[in-house]
């Protein structure tokens, strides 16, 4: 495929079993009220969300991955998002097994100038081991994280990941 062509397929969202981002909705102000999905990522502890993927259409040119979010009440202050990709490996990864995970940081991303509206936020990874060796047809993990504990997330208050926002091209 083209660079800039859209290769990820998002199957599921999952919260780990352990410090992982909280579903929430954010109510709008329309009659009826529509309530948008987001998961919520503390701003005390790094949270986790993971998205169940796959790639097709893959030609090897590395991968970006944008997403939007907001602050739950924030108008200043930047967060630190990251994101790490686990291929699953045909007849290869034992899923029993232990995985370390390895992020690629976006640069701190400042919050809107008015909580509610939305930020968009891009990470990039290089082909092969930058992204675990994950190819065309091939399943992985994305997980995503905020990691409020470095010195570059400076945002109090909860961040709002819009999940249904996720995009996956290709470089």
Known sequence: MASGAIVGIIGDIVQPSTIYATFDVRVDGSTPVANMPV???DDTAAEYLDLYCRLEGYAGGGL?????????????GDVLWGAAIRAIAD??????AAH???YNNATADTAASASGERSRVSIAFT?????????????????????PTDGADTMAGDAELWA?????KET
């Open 91 to 96: 007849d290869a990864e034992d899923m029993d």
């Open 100 to 102: 370390t995970f390895d």
């Open 64 to 76: 970006t991955i944008t997403f939007d979010w907001s602050a739950t009440s924030a108008t200043t």
């Open 127 to 147: 082909d092969g081991a930058d992204m675990d060796s994950a190819a065309d047809g091939g399943p992985f993990v994305l997980r995503i994280r905020r990691l």
């Open 39 to 41: 998961y919520d990522f």
């Open 164 to 168: 249904w926002s996720i995009c996956i």
